[in-house]
């Protein structure tokens, strides 16, 4: 089994910034594509940024140049760095991870969630 333990979330006012992070653990043979999600209710979860084993990377278009993913490979461990937040950029925030068992086979785990509140 695969956990992951997130961190870094909170209170934060616009214009600042925030750092999440991801560790994941337990049986990992590798990890293929870690990302971060976010979501508000009554809303679908979306893709924020994701991050290939390769550092290739995939932002959502609203946080392109304000928002920046990065992983330890080393530590199993990915991150957000979240700057000039705003208001719309209220959500819990879920990273995901990709790992192999060994095999062929990859299955994506879930972060608990860790909630940003940027208010107005």
């Known amino acids: 089994q695969v956990h992951l333990v997130e961190s870094g979330g909170g209170l934060v006012q616009a214009g600042g910034s925030l750092r999440l992070s991801c560790a994941a653990s337990?049986?990992?043979?590798?990890?293929?594509?870690m990302g971060w999600y976010r979501q508000t209710p009554g809303k679908q979860r979306e893709l924020v940024a994701a991050?290939?084993?390769?550092?290739?990377?995939n932002d959502e278009d609203s946080v392109k140049g304000r928002f920046t993913i990065s992983r330890d490979n080393a530590k199993n461990t990915v991150y957000l760095q979240m700057n000039s937040l705003n208001p719309k950029d209220t959500a819990v925030y879920y990273c995901?991870?990709?790992?192999?068992?060994?095999?062929?086979?990859?299955?994506?785990?879930w972060g608990q969630g860790t909630q940003v509140p940027v208010p107005s």
């Open positions: 995901k991870t990709d790992c192999g068992d060994g095999t062929v086979a990859y299955y994506a785990y």
């Open positions: 337990g049986r990992i043979f590798s990890i293929n594509v």
């Open positions: 991050i290939t084993s390769g550092g290739s990377r």
